[in-house]
């Protein structure tokens, strides 16, 4: 599919975008919380002023009235049905896929799953609940203790999607779980006064100090979406949240702003950079394979994780932060690769791309130069579908990131199937 990247300035209508963000509606800050400096301001806009796509109403899926499905749509429903139908047959009879030391590889498909709620998989549901709850420890986490791995036994990863992935089943049997897992997901965060603060690693007792945008995104996420648990703590018990205002300060200091390549401004970086000297170790995403594209240092994935991450941090949808990130989103918009990463990691960034611009309220990207709006939905559908095996799985050729697993880029596409369908809750 023909990629829409180009090099513009970076003047070129972020007014306009930032008025369709506006329409967009959705929380508000109600001053500054991220405890630092006011962020940059957002560049100015260009004589010629793009044109606008409506924005859905909300950080959800708004439901609409009762239409008849698109051909398209169809077709995403029959790929969705192929692709749990697969991920059933794959589940071991004790609930597990994939590899049992790391939960989040189980929480992924019965997330997925329990979104469907389809009445045939059931007794799959219930295995893979029994299983993931099964791994909780007695600190709160998620997570099996895997001796002399190193790296350990990604705490902060494995519990922040066990726990959301426990929610989605939405059982009364696990809030007590839930809030324990939240408790454990808050410790993590680092809040020493260093470059670190605000952001989530891997690990709660790593014996270092190591923070990253894709551990934070997850734990971010999860905290927000289940909060609602908070509501049921017994009487006296004090409620559990992490810092938000210096979550925010860390997302918001991996944004690339200025003194960089105009193709990087607005996107984010893995991690912070490090002390002086460390060149650009935090910027993770360096490599593409599709002739004609920016070298990036910057990507798209972490990019998505970083717009997702202000959204749930309560950053209004016309804050420069946000439009300067949706401006890196459409300048670089591909369903081809992950910018700046080529097939790495490819299957994740179709699920952070539609959880992103689902929960801001974007159903099109607003259009580019010399060209009309994006409707990211349609165009994200087909390339999964046209990617489905005739098993009903998908895989990934690079192995980076395990997604050469079926199990995991299966689970990675049906959730982003889910959210561009409207199936989320």
Known sequence: MKSRCFSISLCTGLLSLGAVLVLSGGCRRGGDASGEAAPPAAPEAAAEAVATAGGEAGAAPVAEAIREL????????????????YLRAQQQT????????FPALSALPLWAMSMAARGQDAAAIERATAYVAGCA?????????????????LGTYN???????????????????????RSYVAATQLLGDDEYRGGFGYERNSGQAYVDLNNTAWALSAMRVTQDVEESRPQGEARVDVDWNAALAFVTKMQITSNAAPEDIGGFMYRPEGPEGAGRAGRAGVATNAPGRPHLHSFGSITYSGLLSMIYAQVARDDPRVVS???YARRHWTVD????????????YYTIMARSLTTT???????????????????????????????????NTNNRFWENDPVLATAYSLLALE?????TR
Not at 72 to 78: P, T, V
Not at 164 to 175: C, D, F, K, M, Q
Not at 337 to 348: I, K, T, V
Not at 419 to 423: D, K, R, S
């Open 361 to 395: 309220g974007l159903s099109e990207l607003p259009a580019i130069e010399g060209g009309g709006t994006v409707k990211w939905r349609e165009e994200l559908m087909e390339r999964i579908l046209a990617l489905q095996k005739e098993d009903g799985s998908w895989a």
């Open 325 to 327: 990130a949706v401006d």
């Open 419 to 423: 959210y561009t369908l409207g199936m």
């Open 337 to 348: 690769e992950n910018p700046g990463m080529g097939q790495q990691g490819l299957y994740y």
């Open 137 to 153: 420890q007695p600190d709160g986490g998620i997570y099996v203790v895997v001796p002399g791995r190193r790296g350990g036994a």
């Open 70 to 85: 698109t051909d398209l749509e169809r077709r995403a429903h029959a790929a969705l049905e192929r692709g749990l139908d």
């Open 159 to 181: 519990t922040a999607i066990c726990m959301t992935a426990l929610h989605a089943v939405g059982r009364p049997e696990h809030v007590r779980l839930i809030q324990q897992a």
């Open 94 to 101: 004790n609930g597990v896929w994939s590899n049992p030391q």
